[in-house]
């Protein structure tokens, strides 16, 4: 294979055989009986040394397919017809006893979920050397030097160290770093990576995607990469399989197909990909000042203790949020970034009355800290939340109605028929229909679900409503009509957003101001236009140039790639973090100085 | 580690307490008098007088309790009422009886309970499974005293693999450990199969697979480990039951251990050796939860003493 040529392998290697032949795939469930297709006639050729992207929204079934090429299908799951040779050896025809040596030494398999993956009980060096000895006749201890090489190559620091750790002691980038270790130890010749970086931080999937193209371009390994999001296709893969509903949509190198789109499937997915620098084209809203506003933070500090000593008193404690002030104008959609732990949801929660806090939070004029239970609970009208998971937001055993009505009815607000007048209502504007009231969650979809967690949360007509990364498990296409339907709604009623998400993209979309997070407190914070126009502080600069762009002739852009490790927001008791101070450099636009 | 020992142990310092005053109190107010129980019918009142103060049990309730907890703190249980010995002496004498017993029971218990749980995860919906599920399920609600006889008849009497009663060889301790672990055994084939499946559908047993690793290998090694987790705080509970258990098994079988000695001290309401061996129980059962709590951390890491 040659490596230089990676770009365009499909052409040179083309003469040769292809490493994987898929032909007329059709992968069934067999249910009550019934035998359902998931995935049907599905072809493709995979090269040595290439990346193909398989890409498509959930229930397409590209993780299925993946599946089935492994070997590791569900019991009512069965490949019915068409062969995927593997240096002509058709996988799924294959018996267990003979698919077994090939797991793990031929193909191997990366997941989404890094911190499930792996054992809780066992090191990462037990898990690694396991996966040598069981291809390998060796002794432990030429296993146990195998194991350090392949941590050691897949950028591990310390990777002695790391062998007699246990996955919950690592974090999650550093659990998929062993992953792909524990993959890529005996060298297979096809790598499946089914949504290796979803899971992660947007800093630490860009890592992780380095990390996968470096290993490609010294191991020569093909690799399947399973994926949602079209930015990760992008940058990643040579070729790309687009699927629906188990069938291929559209196939090709992906410079061709993300340029001139064949099928409308195709370029409407791309068309609902959230960009980067998309919202520029938006008028500048115009912040409605000198009003009181809908939520205030002053010097909000939330904290947890941690560890008992002799007496079983804390001795760490957790600086979830230390000390944020910023304002939620009426009608606003203020937005609040950044990775997992940085203390955006905990503000959230404090808002919500969820958690307890230190320090000043102000909803519609009322400090949050003064309120009786009474007050409290008049608060709540005006403050309610859409969460991430709307299926677990959502209770089984109820109709969707009665969830719907649920709210005032802990109000006490109107009778019966007036309440299931209000949610009809609020049915009909959130795109639904009343005549689906009466039935369970189960039964809609996932932007359906999410429609009705926002009817909900608008039922006692909020002044505020908190958007927990409510869009971020949707697919892309859903994903963008709920959040024109956010927009609507704002329009519409007035009402604000704190808008909480990882996706600097789908920030930038719908947001008027933002907030940075970092560790607990605001890095930066101002308009969209001036953090994503202008961003100053170099958290804010890293968190935007890890975002993969939708664009394959942007590929191979060189990225900043960071130093160190993560600072941790777990400190000794007595020992607070330094509070950061936060210079207007314009306009409102604060950053935090530079420690 | 130290702070969390010393911590657990004022803890169960404080449950032994407070076991020791509920059942004090409960002998109390029982209308049964010990003093009858010793004087025998024909005595007169002023002997029954006579015995009642030699003994201090004409004092007030927190009097002799307060008496009781301070021999107890010495190590002082008291004498029987009936058998004129130290109540500790007695206790020592049949406790390794008691003790071999509970862990034959908890053994055949965790070797049945395990294997049928984890075979029936393994079959999990097919003939099999169904199979041992019913048969877990009659374990559960067949009552000591009846498997006892039942097996003491096919295994003792028609067979006569087994001794019928008694103690001192291997045979005598299978029937009886085998009565008295049945019940749990149910219990633990339901509770192991369901952990089981549960650990079967997680994201590292798909891992697992995908390495190459054999079936064996995935189920003994990344299954078993993880699925057995909710099992051992089981086990520290169930030493608990396990004293009621004894009680009923050895008097089946004729074994001599605290049990018999509570049950015969329970008819002639013999105060001393029923609290002696309240004490013991709670003792065993405080222990067993602890030690079921220290072995935990060394099978999963994430759980930490503090």
Redesign the interface.
């Known amino acids: 294979m040659i490596v230089g040529a990676k770009p365009i392998a499909a052409p040179l290697s083309g003469a040769a055989t292809p490493l994987l032949c898929v032909r007329d795939l059709t992968v069934s469930v067999r249910d009550r009986g019934t035998v359902r297709p998931l995935v049907s006639d599905l072809s493709f050729d995979l090269h040595a040394g290439e990346t193909l992207a398989i890409a498509g929204e959930s229930g397409s079934g590209k993780s299925i397919t993946s599946l089935a090429l492994?070997g590791?299908l569900p019991n009512n799951v069965a490949v019915t017809s068409g062969h995927a040779d593997l240096e002509g050896i058709d996988l799924p025809a294959l018996p267990?006893a003979q698919m077994?040596?090939?797991?793990?030494?031929k193909v191997?398999?990366i997941?989404q979920?890094p911190m499930?993956?792996?054992?809780?009980?066992?090191?990462i060096g037990a898990q690694l050397s396991?996966?040598i000895l069981?291809?390998e006749t060796i002794s432990r201890r030429d296993a146990r030097a195998k194991a350090i090489e392949a941590l050691a190559r897949v950028r591990i620091p310390e990777p002695e160290r790391r062998l007699k750790q246990?996955p919950?002691e690592l974090s999650g980038g550093m659990r998929q770093r062993v992953?792909i270790a524990?993959?890529l130890a005996m060298r297979p010749a096809l790598l499946i990576a089914d949504e290796p970086t979803t899971a992660l931080d947007v800093t630490v999937q860009r890592e992780v995607l380095d990390l996968l193209r470096d290993l490609q371009q010294e191991t020569g390994t093909a690799i399947i990469l399973i994926t949602h999001d079209m930015g990760v296709v992008a940058e990643c893969a040579d070729r790309v399989v687009v699927m629906k509903s188990g069938r291929m949509v559209e196939s090709g190198k992906v410079l061709d197909v993300f340029a001139r789109p064949a099928k409308s499937y195709t370029r409407d997915l791309l068309a609902a990909v959230p960009r980067l620098g998309a919202g520029a084209k938006r008028g500048a809203p115009q912040p409605p000042a000198a009003q009181v506003p809908v939520a205030r933070l002053v010097n909000a500090k939330v904290h947890f203790d941690l560890?008992?000593?002799?007496?079983?008193r804390p001795t760490h404690r957790v600086h979830a949020v230390e000390g944020v002030s910023f304002d939620i104008r009426p009608g606003e959609i203020f937005g609040l970034v950044g990775e997992s732990g940085c203390g955006k949801s905990t503000i959230a929660k404090a808002l919500a009355g969820l958690v307890r806090h230190d320090g000043h939070i102000e909803v519609s004029g009322q400090q949050l800290s003064s309120l009786t239970a009474q007050g409290r609970k008049q608060i709540c009208r005006d403050i309610q939340m859409v969460f991430q998971d709307p299926m677990a937001a959502l209770d089984p055993r109820m109709t969707v109605g009665e969830a719907v009505a649920e709210p005032l009815l802990i109000h006490g607000v109107g009778t019966a028929a007036e309440r299931h007048a209000r949610a009809a209502e609020l049915f009909d504007r959130v795109g639904l229909t009343p005549h689906q009231m009466s039935r369970y969650p189960h039964e809609f979809s996932g932007g359906q679900r999410q429609r009705i967690c926002v009817a909900r949360a608008l039922a006692l007509k909020p002044k505020l409503i908190i958007c927990d990364e409510s869009v971020s498990a949707l697919d892309v296409s859903v994903q963008a009509r709920v959040l024109a339907l956010l927009e609507e709604l704002r329009e519409e009623m007035g009402v604000s957003y704190l808008f909480i998400s990882h996706d600097m993209a789908v920030v930038e979309n719908i947001v008027d101001r933002l907030a940075v997070m970092y560790l607990g407190q605001i890095v930066e914070m101002g308009t969209r236009d001036q953090v994503f126009g202008d961003p100053r502080h170099p958290y804010t600069q890293r968190l935007l140039d890890a975002v993969p762009i939708p664009d394959p002739a942007r590929k191979g852009r060189p990225h900043i790639r960071p130093a160190g490790a993560q600072p941790s927001p777990i400190r000794p008791l007595g020992d607070p973090p330094a509070q950061l101070a936060l210079r207007d450099i314009g306009a409102g636009h604060l950053v935090a100085a530079l420690s | 580690m130290a702070g969390y020992l010393f911590r657990r142990l004022v803890q169960s310092a404080l449950i032994l307490l407070g076991v020791s005053f509920i059942t004090f109190l409960l002998l109390y107010v029982l209308p049964a008098d010990p003093v009858r129980q010793i004087a025998g019918r024909s005595a007169t009142a002023q002997t029954v007088e006579n015995i009642r103060e030699q003994l201090g049990l004409d004092q007030p309730m927190l009097v002799q309790y307060g008496r009781y907890l301070t021999g107890l703190v010495q190590g002082d249980m008291g004498r029987s009422y009936l058998q004129k010995t130290e109540v500790s002496s007695l206790i020592a004498a049949r406790l390794p009886a008691s003790l071999l017993l509970m862990a034959g029971g908890i053994a055949c218990e965790l070797l049945i309970g395990l294997t049928f749980g984890i075979v029936a995860a393994i079959y999990r919906g097919r003939p099999l499974d169904q199979g041992l599920m019913v048969t877990s399920f009659v374990a559960v609600s067949a009552p000591q005293f009846v498997v006892g006889l039942l097996l003491l008849y096919l295994f003792a009497v028609r067979l006569g693999w087994f001794p019928i009663g008694g103690y001192g060889t291997f045979a005598h301790l299978v029937l009886p450990a085998l009565t008295l672990g049945i019940m749990g055994s149910g219990w633990y084939s339901r509770m192991m199969r369901s952990s089981m499946i549960d650990v079967l559908r997680q994201d590292y047993i798909r891992t697992a697979r995908a390495k190459g690793l054999s079936r064996r290998r995935v189920l003994l090694r990344h299954a078993l480990p993880n699925a057995i987790l909710p099992i051992i705080a089981m086990i520290g509970i169930d030493i608990g039951i396990f004293m009621g258990g004894i009680v009923v098994v050895e008097s089946v079988f004729g074994w001599p251990g605290i049990g018999q000695l509570a049950w015969q001290a329970i008819q002639r309401v013999d105060i001393p050796i029923i609290m002696g061996v309240t004490m013991v129980s709670a003792a065993a059962i405080v222990l067993g939860n602890l030690i079921a709590d220290l072995v935990t951390p060394f099978i999963d890491p994430r759980i930490k003493l503090r």
Not at chain 1, 100 to 105: E, I, M, T, V
Not at chain 1, 116 to 123: E, G, I, K, Y
Not at chain 1, 307 to 312: C, D, S
Request: aromatic content about 8%.
């Open positions: 492994m590791l267990e077994r040596p090939l797991r793990g030494a191997a398999m997941f979920e499930t993956s792996l054992n809780p009980v066992h090191t396991e996966a069981a291809h246990y919950h992953m524990m993959a560890g008992a000593n002799f007496l079983g």
